[in-house]
């Protein structure tokens, strides 16, 4: 069966003129997935979700959502998706009970109430006090608004933009759980993210940003899988171990912890050389912190190279 994409971009790219926007982008996101968008600050997410939605056009090449180029009039389109931005800017002078009813009004007639309804559910399990104006709000509160009026809809696909930054841990979870039981529901997620913790824990695949270009995109488990294994000896541990591929090597007095991405047979042998002295040994999966560092140091090494230094 050949998959539905409900996102897929064509070598697209944005030149902001003297600045770097985004190049050749492709990535496609599968009907039901839950995808991770990572990368650091300035990398590119932003800019290639304000495409995606048609906000600004690009340079060059598309972006389809449900098959569909996307844009500003495609309201038919917009209507099947719930987008937060990064940072939300709201009418000021507004109650929350207001925004989020003015926000329902514009979802049309027929799914109003239910919306207004949703809203309020919301409101209850993320602790917003509806009374409040929203300049009255903090940064965490408003975001918590903006999450409310992506979600009020219940629409088919999410986009959303560093959703959880500035939301408490409590809150965090319960956005996490309120998203994962609505893509069990059928529900498509797309996310950008700085925290790669909460993209290892939540989403089924992931593309990795930097420089304006996708560096890597895999499943969550394959980008975990074909990097280095995190090892950790404990006990007596020699200060070196006879192994030219260790990386981010960190020690303390009774521990050696580092990445190896070399042939594990001489791993085991350097091991075993020192099993006299050591009092345990993991090895496993890098978390996709130290994926995201792999991808990038390789990435940043490539354009180094590019530049000729
Ligand atoms: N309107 C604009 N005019 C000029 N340059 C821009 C504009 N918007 C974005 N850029 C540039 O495009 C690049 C990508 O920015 P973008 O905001 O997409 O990054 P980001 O990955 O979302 O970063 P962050 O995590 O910090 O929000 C940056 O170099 C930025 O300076």
């Known amino acids: 069966m050949t998959k539905r994409y409900i996102i897929e971009t064509t070598d697209l790219t944005k030149d902001f003129g003297p600045h770097r926007g985004i190049e050749q982008v492709n990535i496609r996101v599968a009907e039901g997935e839950f995808y991770g968008f990572i990368g650091p600050n300035g990398a590119g997410k932003s800019t290639s979700i304000r495409l995606l939605l048609g ?8 972006a389809r959502l449900f098959g569909e180029l996307a844009g500003p009039n495609q309201t038919d389109l917009l209507a099947r998706i719930g987008y937060m931005p990064s940072e939300a800017v709201f009418y000021k002078g507004m109650t929350v009970r207001d925004l989020l009813k003015f926000s329902a009004n514009l979802r049309g007639k027929a799914v109003q109430k239910a919306c207004l309804q949703e809203a309020r559910r919301l409101c209850d399990l993320f602790q917003v006090d509806t009374q409040k104006k929203i300049e009255e709000l903090s940064l965490g509160n408003r975001k918590k608004v903006s999450i409310i009026c992506a979600l009020q809809h219940r629409p088919e696909l999410y986009i ?27 529900a498509t997620v797309f996310v950008s993210s700085h925290i790669l913790s909460e993209v290892q824990r939540y989403c089924q695949r992931a593309a990795i940003i930097q420089d304006g270009q996708i560096v890597v995109e ?15 000896l404990q ?4 200060l070196t171990l006879d192994l030219t591929e260790m990386k981010d090597v960190q020690r303390t007095e009774h521990s050696l912890s580092f990445l190896y991405n070399g042939d594990i047979a001489l791993l085991i042998e350097a ?24 991808y990038y ?4 090494a490539r354009s180094t190279n590019k530049g000729g230094n």
């Open 271 to 294: 091991i075993y050389q020192h099993r006299e002295s050591m009092l345990d040994v993991t090895i496993a999966d890098p978390d996709m912190d130290e994926i995201f560092m792999h």
């Open 235 to 238: 006990g007596q541990v020699p």
């Open 55 to 62: 906000l600004i056009s690009p340079t060059s090449g598309q």
């Open 160 to 186: 959303l933009d560093e959703p959880t930054s500035g939301l408490d841990p409590l809150m965090q979870k319960l956005f996490w759980q309120e998203l994962t039981e609505r893509n069990r529901q059928g």
């Open 218 to 232: 895999d499943t969550v488990q394959n980008l975990i899988q074909t990097t280095a294994k995190r090892v950790t």
């Open 297 to 300: 140091e390789h990435s940043a």
